[in-house]
């Protein structure tokens, strides 16, 4: 939860103070950054984009579209191509503010280090790799004093939520304001309808589902001269130390709307799944469905399912049933246990949430107020994800705790091109895929 506005308003002169003395000591790397320098109404808040594919392009239009004064210094990505193909469509979308777009070439950096050159230039930094990255990322912000945008999932892995939790807490200290790509909870419709369920308008929280079933998404068939490393990296989400499964890419909305109306975290899971329909080496090591329970410390439990098979019933929605009624999200409407509607929001005053993240961040900035630490909430429902993982590919039952203190980290141990990934093919090209009741827990 944001705080109040009202008492964590700060001149921007103390801002730039307090950050700047916060910043000095915590961490090990040079700490005095142009982060904290809005000091007068002209003054440029720069912007370098770390991932610059699909999500990435459009977080930097969205940044860029704000009504501050904005400009993207900087881009990095592990490809150059990627990187042109998203400065291309920036470049357009913001042909009636051309000024805003000031990436000169010596500033376009590419490879596994691209994110430290592009972040030193930017007082702002938008994280949008595949969610792998984002623990080393994101330290790496926090270190340097920046104020951050990245998306979501925030780790693919126990270890790299431990990691982010440890930035996130001083990223607290140094007052960095911090937005997680969980869009929905910049959404007009969750807002005014997850502040009547925590008002009590469905009583008591007894039960939830959630859903996230669709087609899947793309592939990217392998190219001669690519190495193992390339591969994988070009075909992200077909690899859990990368992507975390779609149960974690994708299904993370839908969990974290969960976690948001109960304001907890579940302390078990179990479920089921495995790869049906998306078989074969061109889907890496993924699941094409799960279904999870997930329980909660006061014995609600949430049905979750997610599924990435073609031609199935497509559905993305929440559910929340209490003693005394129930919240539809899709439909925004709350009803009482006999169906009579007791609150439907107006679907005329739904907002662009995507934009909405960015034009409340900048704001914030730019008056030098501290109001948005989502990176906690960010990494524990990323590890709602997980845990949902490591009970459908284990076929056990998982609790909390031991798994975010398990220190399982399935990062490579090195990041190079030419280095092994920490998953391979076998001789025919087949990837290895979990096996319930065999797997352990990852
Ligand atoms: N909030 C949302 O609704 C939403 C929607 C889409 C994607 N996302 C999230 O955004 C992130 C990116 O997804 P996308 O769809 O843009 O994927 P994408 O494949 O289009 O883009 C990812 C980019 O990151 C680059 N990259 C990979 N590793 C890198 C590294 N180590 N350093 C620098 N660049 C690197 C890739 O080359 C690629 O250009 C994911 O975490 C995804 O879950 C969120």
Same mark, same amino acid.
């Given at each position: 939860?944001?705080?109040?506005?009202?008492?964590?308003?700060?001149?921007?002169?103390?801002?730039?103070?307090?950050?700047?003395?916060?910043?000095?000591?915590?961490?090990?790397?040079?700490?005095?950054?142009?982060?904290?320098?809005?000091?007068?109404? %002209?003054?440029?808040?720069? /912007?370098?984009?770390?991932?610059?594919?699909?999500?990435?392009?459009?977080?930097? #239009?969205?940044?860029?579209?704000?009504?501050?004064?904005?400009?993207?210094?900087?881009?990095?990505?592990?490809? =150059?191509?990627?990187?042109?193909?998203?400065?291309?469509?920036?470049?357009?979308?913001?042909?009636?503010? &051309?000024?805003? #777009?000031?990436?000169?070439?010596?500033?376009?950096?590419?490879?596994?280090?691209?994110?430290?050159?592009?972040?030193?230039?930017?007082?702002?930094?938008?994280?949008?790799?595949?969610?792998?990255?984002?623990?080393?990322?994101?330290?790496?912000?926090?270190?340097?004093?920046?104020?951050?945008?990245?998306? &979501?999932?925030?780790?693919?892995?126990?270890?790299?939520?431990?990691?982010?939790?440890?930035?996130?807490? /001083?990223?607290?200290?140094?007052?960095?304001?911090?937005?997680?790509?969980?869009?929905?909870?910049?959404?007009?419709?969750?807002?005014?309808?997850?502040?009547?369920?925590?008002?009590?308008?469905?009583?008591?929280?007894?039960?939830?589902?959630?859903?996230?079933?669709? %087609?899947?998404?793309?592939?990217?068939?392998?190219?001669?001269?690519?190495?193992?490393?390339?591969?994988?990296? =070009?075909?992200?989400?077909?690899?859990?130390?990368?992507?975390?499964?779609?149960?974690?890419?994708?299904?993370?909305?839908?969990? %974290?709307?969960?976690?948001?109306?109960?304001?907890?975290?579940?302390?078990?899971?179990?479920?089921?799944?495995?790869?049906?329909?998306?078989?074969? &080496? %061109?889907?890496?090591?993924?699941?094409?469905?799960?279904?999870?329970?997930?329980?909660?410390?006061?014995?609600?439990?949430? +049905?979750?399912?997610?599924?990435?098979?073609?031609?199935?019933?497509?559905?993305?929605?929440?559910?929340? /049933?209490?003693?005394?009624?129930?919240?539809?999200?899709?439909?925004? =409407?709350?009803?009482? +246990? &006999?169906?009579?509607?007791?609150?439907?929001?107006?679907?005329?005053?739904?907002?662009?949430?995507?934009?909405?993240?960015?034009?409340?961040?900048?704001?914030?900035?730019?008056?030098?107020?501290?109001?948005?630490?989502?990176?906690? =909430?960010?990494?524990?429902?990323?590890?709602?994800?997980?845990?949902?993982?490591?009970?459908?590919?284990?076929?056990?039952?998982?609790?909390?705790?031991?798994?975010?203190?398990?220190?399982?980290?399935?990062?490579?141990?090195?990041?190079?091109?030419?280095?092994?990934?920490?998953?391979?093919?076998?001789?025919?090209?087949?990837?290895?895929?979990?096996?319930?009741?065999?797997?352990?827990?990852?």
């Amino acid at each position: 939860m944001n705080p109040k506005e009202s008492s964590n308003q700060q001149s921007r002169r103390d801002f730039v103070k307090s950050s700047s003395l916060l910043a000095g000591g915590v961490l090990t790397a040079p700490l005095l950054s142009r982060a904290n320098y809005f000091s007068g109404a %002209d003054t440029v808040i720069k /912007i370098a984009l770390i991932g610059c594919g699909g999500r990435g392009t459009g977080a930097a #239009v969205q940044a860029l579209s704000t009504s501050q004064n904005v400009q993207l210094v900087a881009m990095a990505d592990a490809f =150059r191509d990627r990187l042109d193909g998203s400065l291309k469509p920036i470049t357009d979308e913001l042909a009636a503010k &051309k000024e805003r #777009v000031q990436v000169k070439e010596e500033n376009k950096f590419t490879g596994f280090d691209a994110y430290k050159k592009a972040m030193a230039l930017a007082d702002v930094v938008i994280l949008a790799t595949p969610p792998g990255f984002r623990p080393i990322h994101f330290e790496e912000a926090v270190n340097q004093g920046k104020q951050i945008f990245m998306e &979501k999932p925030v780790a693919t892995d126990p270890a790299g939520i431990q990691r982010v939790l440890a930035a996130a807490a /001083i990223a607290k200290q140094k007052k960095l304001n911090v937005v997680v790509g969980l869009q929905r909870r910049y959404q007009n419709s969750y807002r005014e309808l997850i502040k009547r369920v925590h008002d009590g308008a469905i009583g008591e929280i007894v039960g939830a589902q959630a859903w996230w079933n669709n %087609d899947g998404v793309w592939v990217h068939p392998r190219q001669t001269g690519w190495t193992e490393m390339e591969y994988q990296m =070009r075909n992200w989400y077909y690899f859990v130390w990368l992507c975390g499964d779609h149960i974690t890419e994708q299904h993370i909305h839908n969990l %974290d709307v969960i976690n948001w109306a109960m304001d907890g975290y579940p302390v078990k899971a179990q479920g089921m799944g495995g790869r049906e329909v998306r078989k074969g &080496k %061109d889907y890496g090591q993924i699941f094409d469905h799960h279904y999870v329970e997930f329980h909660y410390g006061d014995g609600t439990v949430l +049905n979750s399912q997610c599924r990435h098979q073609k031609g199935t019933m497509s559905k993305v929605d929440e559910l929340l /049933i209490g003693t005394k009624g129930m919240l539809l999200c899709d439909a925004a =409407r709350i009803t009482d +246990n &006999k169906g009579r509607l007791i609150y439907q929001f107006d679907k005329s005053k739904e907002n662009q949430p995507y934009q909405t993240e960015h034009d409340e961040l900048f704001a914030a900035i730019a008056k030098g107020e501290y109001k948005f630490w989502d990176a906690e =909430r960010g990494a524990k429902s990323s590890m709602t994800s997980i845990l949902g993982r490591m009970a459908t590919y284990s076929g056990q039952a998982v609790e909390w705790d031991k798994a975010i203190n398990s220190g399982i980290n399935i990062m490579p141990s090195a990041y190079d091109f030419s280095a092994a990934p920490p998953v391979l093919p076998d001789a025919e090209g087949n990837y290895p895929v979990a096996v319930p009741g065999v797997t352990k827990f990852f």
